[in-house]
């Protein structure tokens, strides 16, 4: 079974990126191979990462409130590269009544604040592992 590849990208304006970096060191400690984009990346250029790098996912980290706008971006390019299969997931400040309209969108899971890191990594070995 080939490694599980994840690009972990801090999309739009957010300063802050620490959540994503704790995130990213988790997943490598359980053997996933992360490309971290950094921060202040367009859904444009997280997608091109995303495909130059081959990966199975996309985990989105967003603060600034512009997870609608943002996610649905990242999808819509996704398709229309058809890259579709790539899973996108996230977390950040997302709060709960906009998680159910995300995942009709097509998000895979969101994750928020306080998240076990356990939780997310078994999630993503879960969905992802079989890729």
Not at 30 to 35: A, P
Not at 49 to 57: H, S, Y
Request: aromatic residues 4%; negative net charge.
């Amino acid at each position: 079974m080939s490694r599980i590849r994840l690009v972990v990208a801090k999309p739009g304006l957010d300063g802050h990126d620490r959540g994503a970096k704790v995130v990213a060191r988790a997943l490598r400690d359980t053997g996933v191979e992360v490309v971290y984009t950094g921060l202040h990346q367009t859904p444009r250029q997280i997608v091109d990462t995303a495909l130059q790098e081959d990966a199975d996912g996309i985990g989105l980290s967003v603060l600034s409130g512009a997870h609608m706008t943002l996610f649905a971006e990242v999808l819509r390019l996704l398709r229309e590269e058809g890259a579709a299969d790539i899973t996108v997931f996230g977390g950040g400040i997302i709060p709960e009544a906009d998680i159910p309209e995300l995942l009709g969108l097509g998000v895979a899971a969101v994750f928020t604040p306080g998240t076990p890191m356990r939780e997310i990594t078994d999630w993503v070995h879960g969905r992802l592992g079989a890729a």
